[in-house]
């Protein structure tokens, strides 16, 4: 039997304002996502939000750095990829800024560009695999969801990371599928 929510609506309309409240903090507090969702859309300030973006931040950098005491460098890495896209699809349910979330996934890729760039390439595809979904992801944002303006501050370091990428390991699928260059 499936239930929807015009099956309790006669009950949720005869509780009290005391009741409702009780009821919505219950939900919430098992629901993390949506109350952190509801407390940056109403409640914080324009700082509150540039805080969590910090924090947000300190999270990729952090799960970037995490894996690499053990084990299989880039199949750790690529773990790390997908807890770094964890915490940026977190902050993109709170802030729908397109913009915002292609700063993070650029700040995650200058990471791995910077300090893992030599790691591309090598047999274990799945770090290439997380790097190309990345990069692909940023170049949707830029091409099809920011406004003009901003594509200048992108455009450059994608396509290095494009041909970089293109270099080493355009056997994936996924890279071999990314455009040449984005152009504004």
Known sequence: ?????????????SLNEKEKDKLIARLLAKNRAELEAIYFQKVASKDDLEDLFADVK??????MNVYINYGT???NLAKGIQKATQAINRYKAID????????LIMHMLEIIFTEF??????????????????VSKVVTIVTRKIHADYRMDFED????????????????DVIYNLPDKICY
Request: hydrophobic share 40%; glycine share 8%; net charge neutral.
């Open 117 to 134: 760039g030599n790691e591309l390439g090598t047999c274990w595809t799945v770090f290439d695999f997380r790097v190309a979904q990345a």
């Open 157 to 172: 370091k994608i396509n290095g990371y494009i041909q970089r990428l293109k270099a080493v390991a355009s056997h994936n």
């Open 96 to 103: 729908r800024r397109p913009e915002k979330e292609g700063e």
């Open 73 to 75: 460098l880039q199949k």
């Open 58 to 63: 300190a999270e990729i950098e952090g799960a």
């Open 1 to 13: 039997m499936k239930i929807e929510i015009a099956d309790i609506k006669p009950y949720l309309e």
